[in-house]
């Protein structure tokens, strides 16, 4: 998946959740989010329900934005480059 990331918060006693704007391609729980040089595990994918309004959208091609948990990430490291260019790589590293 390519895209960008738009945003990042943390949950209690979750972690720390980007909000990315995917370009195209997927991701799954296992892969890795890069930027730039670095890397993060993916260990959760946030689901969103959505209204009419919404499902609508979506039947139109709307891609809509995903929440993705990180393992070992930090708010602080990660604010910094939102706005930034992002990849994800395979459990393969691919």
Do not use: H
Request: proline share 4%; with cysteine.
């Amino acid at each position: 998946m390519e895209g960008t990331l738009l945003d990042v918060f943390e949950i209690s006693g979750r972690g720390v959740v980007v909000l990315i704007e995917p370009r195209e391609g997927s991701c799954r729980i296992g892969d890795q989010l890069q930027i730039g040089d670095v890397t993060w595990p993916i260990t959760g994918i946030e689901m969103i329900s959505y209204n009419a309004e919404g499902m609508r959208r979506l039947a139109e091609g709307w891609k809509p934005p995903l929440g993705v948990l990180l393992g070992g990430a930090s708010k602080a490291e990660l604010s910094g480059l939102i706005g930034q260019e992002f990849a994800t790589l395979n459990a393969n590293g691919l």
